[in-house]
């Protein structure tokens, strides 16, 4: 990997890219870099095989710098951010390859105020990776982080403002993908009395993602539409990421998400200022929508970092992506599935509306994607043949439409996504980009 850290932290495949040895130099860098000797590191993992492998490296790196460590053993990703501020630790660290295969698994730390790093500070840890300083003269203690999943839970359950919210004769599908949300996400859910139908949700690392998940919504909507569920909730492995199945079937996606708490919020007097912040991928349709009603959408690169970051520079609120990564600043600075989820169901309450109802006030304009597998996928999207494809089908699609092609910053891929009115035009374009950098590979 000849940059280590992508668009979300370290990920690669477990024990080939991401080895033991990596987790441990990495907390030694790291140490050196945002951690005082005699500071504390909290570590959460997701269910996969190679975590407790990754775990003890990274545990053994960190007190062989003199920091104690907290683990907090399997957990989603953005309870760590959440732990963070309530130890009052120096830094987090998640074993996760978020959504992903099982047989990948990565790393990705926060900080002490529970936000992502920078590109800079993973900039300068890369930089002492090069040359790690000598081990601390005294060794940091390694001890579990008690209650860990019970606090988070009594943290998520304290978001909901509404004081009468009650989701009894609710059916709700829970599909935890084999991760980390197994163990809290159906619990958070029954605290409101809603009848949780779980699916996927016991710990088995080799299947996580695995056919199930945000990622691979099938199963889902099967269950939805054969049990007459009211709604079916699906979160990625590590729980930072969710989608939706309405009762009809139909997705609703972080974009629809996004547009529904903005309106919302929008109607309180809470959005203020009136801006969202998304990234490229997000669709035009929520931006025309939410500009009919004079909310202002900021767009950045993918990544929820950056929306995170963005949302602190304007005071933003609300913010995400159409993955389904969506950050409630007022609770969070990090992506939360479990908190979007029930957010979502605390808005359906209070406007007496089901949530595929209110998703359709966000109509979208029709999007096509392709994930082009490549050795060098950032030189490929400069390759003279692929640029000039870009301007050619940026010409055919005018001023009502929208290309978006990007070097994955987690998997060896080209992405394309093209968005227009005609949903035809949309999908001829998508094609021929993709044919032109399958040539050019």
């Known amino acids: 990997m000849t940059i280590l850290f992508g668009t979300d932290g370290v990920r690669g495949r477990a024990n080939e890219h991401v080895t ?58 953005p309870a760590i951010s959440f732990l963070i501020k309530d130890e009052r630790a120096d830094l987090g660290a998640v074993i996760s390859a978020s959504h992903n295969e ?160 903005a309106l919302h919020m929008h109607q309180k007097g809470t959005l203020n200022p009136a801006i969202v912040v998304a990234t490229v991928m997000s669709n035009m349709g929520l931006e025309h929508a939410l500009a009919r009603s004079g909310i202002n959408m900021l767009r950045t690169p993918v990544g929820d970092r950056h929306v995170a970051q963005a949302m602190l520079a304007h005071e933003a609120h609300l913010g995400g992506e159409q993955s389904g990564h969506i950050i409630f600043s007022d609770h969070s600075p990090t992506g939360d599935g479990i908190l979007t989820a029930i957010k979502l169901l605390e808005i359906s309450h209070e406007s007496g509306a089901p949530l595929h109802h209110l998703a359709g006030e966000i109509p979208l304009y029709p999007q096509a994607r392709a994930d082009v597998t490549v050795m060098e996928p950032v030189e490929l999207v400069t390759d003279p043949r692929v640029v000039s494809a870009i301007k050619r089908a940026e010409e055919r699609l005018g001023t009502d439409g929208r290309l978006v092609v990007r070097p994955s910053g987690t998997q060896p891929v080209i992405r394309v996504l093209v968005e227009a009115l005609d949903e035809k035009l949309c999908n001829d374009v998508c094609t021929q980009i993709a044919s032109v950098i399958e040539q050019a590979r």
């Not at 130099?25 to 570590?43: D, E, K, M, Q, W």
């Not at 800079?120 to 005294?138: F, G, K, N, T, Y």
């Not at 539409?225 to 079937?249: E, K, N």
């Open 102 to 261: 099982p047989d990948d698994n990565g790393i990705k730390f926060f900080d002490r105020n529970g936000m992502k790093l920078t590109v800079e500070e993973e900039d300068a840890i890369e930089q002492v990776l090069a040359d790690l300083p000598s081990r601390a003269s005294h060794v940091g203690s390694i001890s579990p982080l008690q209650a860990a999943g019970t606090r988070y839970a009594a943290f998520l359950t304290g978001t909901i403002e509404s004081d009468d919210i009650d989701l009894s004769g609710l059916t709700i599908i829970v599909d935890c993908a084999y991760g980390a949300t197994g163990a809290i996400a159906p619990h958070v859910l029954r605290h409101f009395n809603a009848r949780v139908v779980e699916m996927h949700a016991s710990p088995v690392g080799d299947r996580i993602n695995r056919d199930c998940g945000s990622t691979h919504l099938e199963a889902l909507r099967e269950a939805v539409l054969t049990q007459h569920a009211d709604l079916g909730i699906a979160f990625d492995g590590d729980g930072d990421r969710v989608l939706l199945i309405s009762p009809c079937g139909e997705t609703i996606d972080g974009d629809r998400m996004m547009g529904i708490v």
């Open 20 to 77: 033991a040895e990596l987790a441990l130099s990495l907390a030694r860098a790291t140490a050196a870099r945002l951690v005082p000797s005699g500071g504390r590191v909290i570590i959460g993992r997701d269910t996969r095989l190679s975590g407790p492998m990754l775990e003890g490296a990274m545990a053994a790196g960190f007190a062989s710098a003199g920091v104690d460590v907290l683990l907090a053993g399997i957990i989603p990703t």
